[in-house]
């Protein structure tokens, strides 16, 4: 157990870390149903029937809410914005918020995941108003098995979108998600576009997050295996990063003939990486959440519209950076908590 320190920055929690990331989940509405995150609600070959309701407009924060708690948080010095979802692209009036946000002063840099079904249709306008850099998920390079995994069929959209993406000059992360029987016979595939695009390529554990979630312990493979059948195709050496960028490990991979690529491992169950950890999300409900994979939340919507001055506010955020757990359930329990859902926060809420 680490040793509790006195907090001396109001971004610094009890076990030293700076949590200078916040990520607004603007949505937990989405144009696909991925098996691992929202599957169908309504009874659909093997889905869940499981799934809840979408949340109602009210329920979200509006744009003014949400642009006064990223003006208080970078007031405090958070300097990286991440909007995620759900699927952030589908909320009306999504680029004019981000106008806002680059309006806001000592707001470096916003940052976007997202599914890129819209991308094609949104990125110029994101270029334009400011974003450089985002991370698109994609599970499967194959039409059919899109349909399968994420219940849309709109694989070529989402290609069309990281084409537009890389037409631009965005920095892209494509984020895969692996799982044993569905995807991981695409692992070196993947690899190979690491190889033949300017994109960088990071392979996610499959989480048990939510009781929405299909995840089941025989889909689960770590991030190891993944890396061993990527240096198949040629030599890993460690890739220079900095820090801010997150908890990936990152590898330049170099074929025998020369050609060159950039890929990553997240590996939140099987090499946590609590310690590193430097985020604060705030839930499409509007609360404040320290850990993607531990429930504790305060409700910053109820003080947000119940009157909460700007003093308030800053002090909930410090309050949810001084409550940040030092590690997630699996880290707290040992392995066997991996075998259920480590947290009942749906990810699409949470924000990923
Ligand atoms: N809709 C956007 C997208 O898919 O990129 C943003 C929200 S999504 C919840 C954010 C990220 O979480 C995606 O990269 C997704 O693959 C990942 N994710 C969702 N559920 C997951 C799970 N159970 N395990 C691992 N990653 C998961
Ligand atoms: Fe939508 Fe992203 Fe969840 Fe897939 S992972 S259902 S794209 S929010």
Redesign the pocket.
């Known amino acids: 157990m680490t040793e509790k320190i006195q907090t001396i920055s109001p971004l610094v929690d009890q076990f030293s870390r700076t949590i200078s990331y916040l990520r607004l989940s603007l949505t937990d509405r ?1 144009n ?3 098996l691992y ?2 599957p169908e609600e309504t009874e659909n070959g093997n889905r869940p029937v499981k799934g809840g309701k979408s949340l109602c407009h009210q329920d979200l924060l509006s744009y003014e809410e949400l642009l006064r708690v990223v003006r208080l948080a970078v007031s405090l010095g958070m300097n990286k914005l991440r909007l995620t ?3 952030p692209l589908v909320r009306r009036g999504v680029l004019d918020f981000i106008h806002e946000l680059y309006r806001l002063p000592g707001l470096d840099e916003v940052r976007l995941t997202t ?1 890129g079904v819209l991308l094609a249709e949104y990125a110029d306008r994101l270029y334009r108003e400011g974003v450089r850099h985002l991370n698109i ?1 994609l599970d499967t390079l194959q039409a059919e098995k899109f349909i399968t995994i ?1 219940g849309r069929d709109h694989y070529h959209q989402v290609r069309a979108g990281i084409d537009a993406a890389l037409a631009l000059g965005f920095q892209l992360k494509l984020n895969v998600v692996a799982m044993r029987g569905i995807n991981d016979d695409e692992i070196t595939a993947f690899g190979r576009l690491a190889l033949e695009f300017p994109l960088q390529v990071r392979f996610i554990e499959f989480m048990p997050v939510g009781e929405t979630s299909s995840w089941r312990e025989q889909r689960f493979i770590a991030a190891e295996e993944i890396r061993e059948r990527i240096a198949r195709l040629g030599q890993l050496s460690p890739y220079q990063r900095r820090h801010s960028e997150g908890p990936a490990r990152m590898f330049e991979l170099r074929t025998a003939d020369g050609q060159k690529g950039v890929v990553g491992f997240i590996s939140p169950i099987s090499h946590h990486f609590c310690d590193q950890c430097n985020r604060l999300r705030l839930t499409s409900e509007g609360r404040l959440r320290a850990c993607l994979l531990s429930d504790a939340e305060s409700d910053l919507k109820a003080l947000l519209r119940g009157g909460g001055s700007d003093r308030e506010i800053v002090a909930a955020i410090k309050q949810a950076i001084l409550d940040k757990p030092q590690g997630h359930a699996l880290q707290q329990r040992g392995a066997e908590a991996a075998h259920g859902p480590l947290c009942v926060g749906q ?2 809420r949470i924000g ?1």
């Open positions: 989405c696909l149903r991925c995150c929202m979802g759900g699927e599914n998920s994420t990810m699409s990923g």
